[in-house]
């Protein structure tokens, strides 16, 4: 009987050991394999929104066909703003960026574009080599917000690269909103670190409201600036 009931213990231990071990948040299981890039490449697990060859992953804010400019692996400004097809949440974003490498103009008017999270929340682009403007309006910075820890801006002409990571804000009880936050890396240095996002949309924004998924949106502020090598990582 002893026996017995010592076996019994035994089985029901190693089941609830299973019970547990089925419900374990993420962080207590085995990570999934990714393969990593090269030299700004996206990894395996990467949704690749434009690798130079078409434009067929956006569409104008209008709806419409985009009509931007693709050559030599690049797409250029023009007309219009762009806004992905798929809609994302919670995403760990690249995308390299160049402004004209012929100045013209200065402040806000000097290569000026912008990348919306979600259609709502700007992470300016804009040429900050040696043009002044006000500090939560430069490169780098959360529109209006934020201003970049630090401004490691290239030359004009030259490629730049952002690696952002993004939570976005979420609707909660009561109309509450649950904050997002920004954490961006402006070619390779740290210059948002983790910065709440509390669900107001940004200036020139195309859409408002807090939502769990939302399009990319790449603007048209008048000036050629470029975009290449653009892909995402679901994070949610």
Do not use: C
């Not at 490449?41 to 804010?61: E, I, N, T, Y």
């Not at 804000?169 to 402006?186: I, N, R, Y």
């Not at 983790?194 to 200036?203: E, F, L, N, R, W």
Request: charged share 20%; aromatic share 8%; no cysteine.
């Amino acid at each position: 009987m002893k026996t017995r009931a010592i076996r019994l213990l035994r089985i029901a231990a190693a089941s609830m050991a299973l019970v547990s071990f089925a419900a374990a948040p993420a962080g207590d299981r085995e990570p999934a394999v990714v393969t990593p890039g090269t030299a700004g490449s996206p990894p395996s697990d990467a949704v690749v929104l434009f690798d130079g060859k078409d434009l067929s992953a956006w569409k104008s804010d209008d709806g419409s066909e985009p009509k931007w400019k693709l050559e030599n692996g690049h797409m250029e400004v023009r007309g219009k703003g762009l806004m992905t097809r798929q809609e994302f949440g919670a995403i760990q974003l690249h995308l390299e960026w160049a402004s004209p490498a012929e100045v013209k103009g200065d402040g806000q008017g000097r290569g000026n574009s912008g990348v919306y999270f979600q259609g709502r929340y700007e992470i300016q682009v804009l040429d900050s080599y040696q043009n002044k403007t006000y500090f939560n309006g430069q490169a780098a910075s959360f529109y209006g917000h934020n201003a970049p820890l630090v401004n490691t801006s290239r030359k004009p002409g030259e490629w730049q690269t952002y690696d952002i990571v993004f939570h976005p804000p979420k609707p909660g009880a009561e109309g509450k909103v649950q904050p997002g936050s920004f954490t961006v890396l402006h070619n390779g240095v740290l210059v948002q670190d983790h910065i709440p996002i509390q669900g107001d949309a940004s200036v020139s924004a195309k859409l408002s409201g807090a939502t769990p998924t939302g399009p990319l949106f790449l603007q048209d502020h008048g000036n050629p600036v470029r975009y290449r090598n653009i892909w995402v990582r679901k994070l949610d």
